[in-house]
């Protein structure tokens, strides 16, 4: 079925968590009924505060979970592993986490070249007994630390490390100019300075500390997955008492990602592996760590993957137990909670819809807000569902929505295959045949430019370099007021439709960005520090550009097949369509041209007390979004078998 | 000496040497998660989007019809224009012209000595009554703050904008001659108006607006001699408009 629904399912944001008062649950397991969707009504928007009545859909108890598609790991390494120069040429690192090397010895780099660079900052060493003048120069930079003076401190630091003379404090400074760099804003220069110091090995002095500041980078950076390799080339270290809940869960999550990756290299039994692994790791964080939501979310996830609903059910609905809005979470905590919380709704209601139980999926569809991260997948996917049980007027209302000006260039191709699926089993074959073109004249330039892209077999950066290319022509196209390349810009946002994909993206941004900032530093203009710094970032910049040029092509990939698919299935409704207009044709001219075709429906804009009515006039009110219903007016007089046939096809994700 | 410098210098150092030994997370400050994306996708959401109608850069003309109203002497019936341009959805220009037609105003009675109280006629209010407008003009500024829609009893449903006008206006009335000289002058004055209109929109092209308009000028009086010079006084005319507008160009794309 959905193009999105697949990749999803696995694919979800493993982070956060919010909810409801004394939460149902409601379908596979559950004796309790879903609630009654309201009935059509004319193509309007309905404002609604109102609750809906119940339905007897019914309760079944287990949900057959061969009929799910787990979705397809389609981002392949966007947190794998830090891999060894060789492998990070393939991009993947799919063996098992290395465990951090006993001790590795630093070569102690060369003193920095002379000529050509700024004066840098020294300390005079002071004749203090007690002390050596070189400890004192170590202490004069900490002070620079303490007082704020983050570039001073951090030229310091630097001196020190490259000083022959300063050896046995050589540590100590780096440790000194990685907590520098964070203070100065350089995330990513700090992690780099730090993965160094942990790199010499678990008896280095600095090592337990270090391995803080990386959760402290994590906290800071767009994207928390730049520490998941770090953290997983330590998993045997003796993690902080205190971080150990969080450490669990980045270790999980990184074996989660990695089992995707394997999963996408078709490696069945080594993404099996890593699933468990995850899945262990989730299972020791207990109740009362604020990481348990997330960890029992990332456990539900693997027993779906794995085809074990009842269990994927049970997880999900102990996150819903466990994410309950509370006074007593701190903001930062409480939005975690809130999205953790909508994921596992959705994942809910996949599951059942997976299941065909297409009601209890509306329910948990239900349950997503409007305006929340995950509403404009769920008003999708509940549409699909709506269609499954004939509720043409609800399911063509929410594709409304999905063609409000403001959301019209999400990618949901699927949403057009679905409105002419629709229209074909109302017989409303000149719609159905619209829409159809619609989509081709909107989707078949955007598989040609994907198909241009993958034919050329580029190296991997090379894709992310082409995708890049596009950001900064639409930003330049921003900037001078015009409109970016519409298909350019949809082989992007599609592209970025993978999350992993679009946070490694941010990530690169941020180390750009981080790049730049080093001019806000005019005391490290022209330094040797700068330019280590320069050479650092450019050096991670590189292994991420590497990474999402993998992720990068496997998607376009991935998504050149499912257009397709879907142009495709396209092209069968159209051909069927013919047919049965070329049929009721026949009969009418059998019949003597008196037959018609569609019949009237009947319809009523009544609504319920607690709601307004509002008719449909192409303008898209904040308020409205969601909750339109269309009116289809016609149907057909006489159903025949082949539409479902054609319907069918064009649900994949139903099978 | 010596050795109370190096007393000093190490007293100052003790707080360095304790700050080494400060946690990492003391000396990470807030490690907060940032607030990783743009905010809430309720709150990006436009109020509207995929307007059935927008003014801003379109032409605006409407012909108005309008009914002066708390007429004490006179009642006007303007027939006019006013030309807008918007420069933005909210902020626009406008210049009105109107030839107003009066008539006596029921409210205004004439008591004359020995009989009954009744209405004027123009020829006895001509010159003494004030408020003889014949002609208004005014360059108004034009802000329209509020966008909305309407539903009538659930049956019909309409689009509108609310907007208020204020700006210079210049008024050609009848004033009255010297002091004893029956009859009246064409005379100019000067002044502003201010008001409150609202549109309902048909279509993408054309609206409905009503306005109320307070002019505000100042008109000489009966009992101005020339001797003593003019006497004048601030009137305050209230007029009720409604026009059909018309906007040009007849198509707009959302910005």
Redesign the interface.
Known sequence: MFRSLRPLVLLLPLLIAGGAWGQTFQGLDSPQQPKKKKAAKKSSSTKSAASKSSTTAPASSTAPATSVAPASATVPAASAPAATPAKAQEGLDLSSPTPAKAKQEMPMPPPPPKKGTAPTTTFEA????G?TADRQRL?AA??S??RGENDKAALAAWELMYDPKMAPLQLESQYLLG?TL??MGQYHAALGEFSQILARGKDTKFFS?SL??L??IS?????ESVILDEVARYANADWPERYRDEFHYLLARYHFVRGRALDTVEQKAEAAKSFEEARKLALTIPPSSRFYAQARYLEGLTWFRDGKMPMALEAMKEVVRVTRPSGNR?P?DAK?ADATRDLAFMQLARIHYGARQNRYALYYYGKIE????Q??EALFESAWANYRIGQYEQALGNLITLS???FRDEYFPEALILKAVIYYENCRYAESTAIIREFERRYKPVYDALDDLTRKNMEAADYYAVLADIQKKNRAAAKAGQSPDIILERVLKLALSDKDLKNTNESIIELENELESERSHPSLNNTDLAKHLQDLLKKQRSALIQKAGLMAKAKLEQEQNELRTLLGNGERIKFETTTKEKEFLEEQLQAGGRRAIVKQYKYSVAVNDDQ????F??????DE?GTYQYTLTKGCIERKTGNKAVSDASAPAAK | MNARLVVLVALALAPVARAQDLTPSTEAGDTAAVDRDIGPLKDRVPPVTGYTFLMARRFEIAPTFSLSFRDAFWTKYVVGATATYHFTETLGLALRGGFAFTSVSGAAQICPAGEACRSPTKEELDGKGPGQIKLITALDFEWAPLYGKISLLAEGFAHFNLYLIAGPAAIQYKAPKDANVPGSDSAWAVGGEAGLGMRFIFNRWMALRFELRDVIYREKTVGATETTGASYQVRNQLFFDIGLSFFFPNSFTEG
């Open positions: 002071l004749d203090v007994s002390r202490e900490n002070a630390f303490n907590k964070y203070r500390k803080e500041w959760f402290f906290h800071k950076t767009v994207n701190t930062a975690v409007r305006g929340k991260p509403w404009l409000s000006p403001f307004l009515y509002w008719p006039q192409g303008e898209f009110w904040r979004l």
